[in-house]
């Protein structure tokens, strides 16, 4: 038990370290809760509550570092709490499946964009908020928002090229606001797995704590690194989503 806990815990450690510079850790961590013993009903909303807990942690650490744009969010935020609210509520009416290819296509195009598109988010270049963008930005994190509460993979690279091409923020601002954008869409999920008795608390506590010094160091070098160590990591997050989402479809069908 003992092997399976330091496991689960250096698992946990790596996940909100990865996550918190450039998305994806969930990739790593719900994997980790399969491998440990954690039934696939528990392991999703114990993930959720820990990966809850480092996303805090890192959207806390970004906002104290002035990279999150205060005057933005407090238009996004509460679009984002509705979408994800009314994302959960739909996932349990309807099936995910139809999303997949979509999703996949997206976040393998992403990717690919980004590599071969050496400017992007090099420079932050954003020149204020006027109707257009705010517009484009309560829609899209709105449909974000549910799209994280109905589904989930890849939210935080779609996320952070988004407000990449509507704000023409660098990476480390686009980070920077998609944490606090991924926070308040994992607070709602949260809820729901834990009024439905979804959530194991013995190994959640003890995930959650590694998750938020995970999240510290990874948030704390992506802010002394900028869009230098996230754009890499970005790239190769956003690639690696694609490909476990392949296997995924290869091996279920």
Known sequence: M???????????????????IAGGGGMISLPSYLIVGVSPH????????????????????????GF??????????????VGSVLGVKTVLL???????????????????????SKEIGNEDGF???NKKNLCLGIIFAFSLG????FFGPGTGSLLVFGLIKIYKFDFLHATANTKCLNFTSNIAALATFALS???????GIMAAIVMIFGAYLGTKIAINKGSKIIRPLFIIISLAVAIKMIYSLITTH
């Open 197 to 203: 008795s979804s959530i194991d608390y013995k190994i």
């Open 146 to 149: 549910f799209y994280d509460g």
């Open 2 to 20: 003992l092997t399976k806990l330091i496991f689960l815990s250096v698992a946990c450690f790596i996940a909100a370290f990865v996550d918190s």
């Open 127 to 129: 020149e204020g908020l």
């Open 42 to 65: 528990l392991s999703l909303g114990t993930n959720k509550f820990a990966s809850t807990a480092g996303a805090c942690t890192s959207a806390v650490k970004f906002y104290k570092s």
């Open 94 to 116: 309807l099936n995910q499946d139809f999303l997949y290819p979509l999703v996949l296509i997206l976040i393998l195009a992403i990717g690919i964009y980004t590599l071969f």
């Open 68 to 81: 999150v744009n205060s005057k933005l969010l407090k238009y996004l935020l509460p679009f984002t709490f």
